[in-house]
């Protein structure tokens, strides 16, 4: 049973546009949400997180919004640069686990 | 400052064969993982220790055992290797709950080939 899902697993996106990554959970308890990026051949950096009480954050050009009714959350990366290209992975923490669950990742591509 | 150094970075294993990976910290953390990472399987937590001597099983344990007898390392033991368990390797390290916040500090991975 997946705790955290991310549906796609791909997407192109055009540099200087818009990059929107979705992540869906299904877990309540959770009390915070983390965005993680993967480039080949090295391990996850953290990016972004929000807490369970807040509905948005932002950091420079990357902007993590929460939807908890929906059980959602996406991240925005605006404008989006050749370097953006990796793996992203959206998590989810509860402290009573001291653990994070991670989703299956989405490959983010940036074309010229 | 190193931050978390895993090694082996590559290993090829046959069939039956044993090994340990080591992760190494350096923050003066408390909480240590071992994930591994598949195509379309994301990160799944495998073992992980909240201080030394303490050890607890994640989501896809078996096969592999681990040990904390020092604070800044964490051992990953397969005792007897199947192709199944070939996958890349990632170690991470935290400080306590509270400061989820700021996320795992990640290794680079190790690369396991079981032939």
């Known amino acids: 049973d997946q705790q955290v899902k991310q549906n796609s697993p791909s997407l192109s996106v055009q540099e200087g546009r818009i990059s929107i990554l979705n992540c869906d959970y299904t877990n309540s308890m959770f009390d915070y949400f983390l965005w993680y990026k993967k480039y080949p051949a090295e391990g996850p950096t953290f990016l972004i997180s929000?807490?369970?009480?807040?509905d948005k954050n932002e950091d420079g050009r990357f902007t993590v919004f929460l939807n908890k009714s929906a059980k959602h959350l996406s991240l925005h990366i605006v404008p989006s640069q050749p370097g953006d290209s990796a793996v992203y992975f959206c998590a989810a923490f509860y402290s009573s686990a001291s653990k994070i669950i991670f989703g299956s990742g989405t490959r983010l591509s940036i074309r010229p | 400052n190193a931050g978390v150094t895993q090694t082996p970075k590559f290993r090829v294993l046959k069939t039956g064969q044993s090994m340990t990976l080591l992760c190494a910290q350096d923050?003066?953390?408390?909480?240590m993982y071992w994930y591994r990472q598949d195509p379309g399987m994301g990160l799944r937590l495998i073992h992980y220790s909240v201080g030394e001597g303490t050890t607890a099983k994640g989501e896809v344990p078996d096969g592999y055992n681990v040990s904390r007898l020092k604070k800044q390392n964490f051992l990953l033991g397969l005792e007897s290797a199947a192709p199944s368990q070939t996958s890349v390797y990632f170690c991470a390290s935290n400080l306590p709950a509270g400061t989820a916040t700021y996320g795992y500090t990640f290794g680079s991975g190790t690369r396991l080939t079981v032939v």
């Open positions: 923050m003066n953390h408390e909480y």
């Open positions: 929000i807490s369970s009480i807040k």
